[in-house]
């Protein structure tokens, strides 16, 4: 495995006595894509600031690209690329002069050129003589994104990026991501929005209290974690439960209207056959089926409260 | 050594200086010129020479001083406090830039804008008063150490401020006072003791008097004493900035 950043026993100790981050051991690999999920206060913002130069650890080290973050800080932080959650801006400087204050402040020089195609993909050329102040929120965003772009990182740290912004700004946004993969660029994201994660990441960790509880290919994840679900429509609605069902795990939803039966998909014998043919002994006809898988969204929340 | 980094925060407080001329040129020029107005057009005509030197002439050195010790601090101050307020001081910090590099491009920029000032207030006064500069390569010498100095000095209180209120405290309650009491307007030999020994006790006294004998070759202290008491606020300027990014103290968590 060629990693990118390798984490090795990170820990963060506030001054206030928070532990923020408790022996992080992570690699993230070259050119994926790749989610970090946690609940508010996990410690995620925290894990890219330190390994930003943001913050400092309190113990355990960090490698980009075979640079440590301290000891070879300018060689390790001249790959990355930050956009913060928040929307912070130098509000009276003009779009064109701010990224170019970007890029300078990593050590390249000026790319009149190089600009000007990234404000052109993130729809902002027409804005680059524009106050930062004047600009929409969303433009804000998609301009914290080009000012992370401006020296042309290998890896882009991506701290909540569609937070406020709207469906189809989301969807831009997405899809520049994935071009962005496609020029050999590893991205990290946090999200809140799961469906984020779910949508564009090659793998998903979860952060919990400061602590990495799982780290999987998104597709294994769901497979290993995810539950199906087997909707039944019934001809005729149901108030209770014949006792010769109770051993099934079975639910009456939709107001009597159909049975949700759970399933593991991982095991080798799901159980629908027999249910369907001890349904059809009781004489419990059924109009339709439907299948659906559990989302991302389930498995986290699962996760983190079996941590709890 | 990361120069385009320098160049671009050099480039970027610079920028904010001439977006905001009235504030930053215009204001602090007027100001000092009603100084030249009301004391030596003025009041100085009917007032004795000090030293030999007539009093409208007398307090330009110390008026410039005034002005660019209050300059240099505010500059710098605000030029790091602004970005920490706003947030946006996570670009500078996640930059592959030492601190001396940021240093150099806060300071630096902060330090120039003071020497321009200083420079067009020299050229304003001349409108008003009549004056020579005996040593204007010592004059400009200390225009630099000066503007520079005290730059490192806001640039220190900008990382340790937390509110708009510290910002102000020092130029107002600390540099202001000293500055009129180091003789800005007058000779310290003319006080009574033990206020000329107490006033030998602030540092002012000894950058007013170092300036004032680069233009008309008289001082209260000896010129070397003020030059090394200069050197002495930039080194101890400078141990307190590498410590603050040693420690991260006020920048990083």
């Known amino acids: ?308 | 050594m990361n120069l385009y980094g320098i160049r671009a925060i050099y480039i970027f407080e610079m920028a904010r200086t001439f977006r905001t001329l009235m504030e930053s040129i215009a204001s602090p020029i007027l100001s000092t010129s009603l100084y030249f107005v009301v004391f030596g057009a003025a009041i100085g005509s009917r007032m004795g020479d000090i030293d030999g030197i007539g009093y409208g002439a007398f307090i330009i050195p110390g008026l410039l001083m005034l002005s660019l010790l209050n300059e240099s601090i505010s500059n710098a101050s605000f030029g790091i406090y602004f970005p920490k307020f706003t947030g946006t001081v996570y670009e500078v910090l996640s930059a592959p830039l030492s601190s001396l590099e940021i240093v150099i491009g806060y300071v630096g920029a902060a330090a120039t804008k003071s020497v321009m000032l200083g420079i067009l207030m020299l050229l304003t006064a001349r409108l008003f008063v009549d004056y020579q500069i005996l040593h204007p390569l010592w004059m400009i010498g200390f225009l630099l150490l000066t503007a520079t100095t005290f730059s490192l000095f806001g640039f220190i209180i900008g990382l340790w401020a937390d509110d708009f209120q510290k910002l102000q405290i020092v130029p107002l309650m600390v540099v202001t006072p000293l500055t009129f009491l180091g003789g800005a307007f007058y000779s310290i030999d003319m006080l009574p003791e033990p206020w000329r020994a107490l006033s030998l006790f602030n540092p002012v006294v000894y950058l007013i008097s170092g300036f004032r004998w680069s233009f008309y070759g008289v001082a209260d202290v000896n010129v070397a004493v003020s030059l090394a008491m200069i050197c002495g606020i930039m080194l101890a300027c400078l141990a307190i900035i590498a410590w603050i990014f040693k420690t991260g103290y006020r920048l990083k968590t």
């Open chain 1, 1 to 308: 495995m060629d990693s990118i950043i390798s984490i090795q026993d990170l820990s963060k100790h506030y001054a206030s006595g928070l532990q923020a981050l408790n022996r992080v051991n992570l690699d993230i690999r070259r050119g994926e894509i790749f989610a970090l999920l946690g609940p508010n206060g996990a410690g995620k913002t925290t894990l890219i600031n330190i390994i930003c130069g943001i913050v400092t650890p309190s113990a355990g080290s960090v490698r980009v690209d075979g640079h440590d973050i301290s000891a070879d800080y300018r060689q390790a932080r001249s790959r990355i690329g930050l956009v913060p959650q928040e929307l912070l801006t130098a509000a009276f400087e003009n779009v064109e002069a701010t990224l170019q204050f970007s890029r300078g402040l990593f050590g390249k020089p000026p790319a009149p050129a190089l600009l000007e195609q990234i404000l052109r993909d993130l729809s902002l050329w027409d804005k680059r003589k524009t106050k930062i102040m004047a600009l929409s929120g969303g433009m804000k965003r998609r301009l914290l994104i080009a000012k992370a772009l401006a020296h042309e990182p290998d890896i882009l740290f991506l701290d909540e990026p569609t937070a406020g912004v709207d469906v189809e700004l989301r969807r831009d946004m997405w899809q520049m991501v994935r071009r962005l993969r496609e020029r050999g660029v590893t991205i990290i994201l946090t999200t809140h929005y799961i469906e984020e994660a779910e949508e564009m990441a090659d793998r998903i960790g979860v952060i919990h209290k400061g602590e990495i509880i799982l780290v999987e290919d998104k597709a294994a994840l769901m497979s290993k974690l995810g539950k199906k679900q087997l909707e039944l429509t019934l001809q005729a609605p149901l108030t209770t439960l014949p006792t010769e069902l109770a051993d099934y795990p079975l639910e009456i939803t939709r107001e009597g209207h159909a049975l949700t039966y759970t399933f593991d998909t991982q095991q080798e014998q799901t159980g629908i056959h027999e249910l369907l043919r001890q349904l059809d002994r009781l004489g419990i006809d059924i109009k339709d089926l439907h299948s659906s898988e559990s989302s991302l969204e389930e498995i986290f929340v699962n996760l983190v409260r079996d941590r709890s």
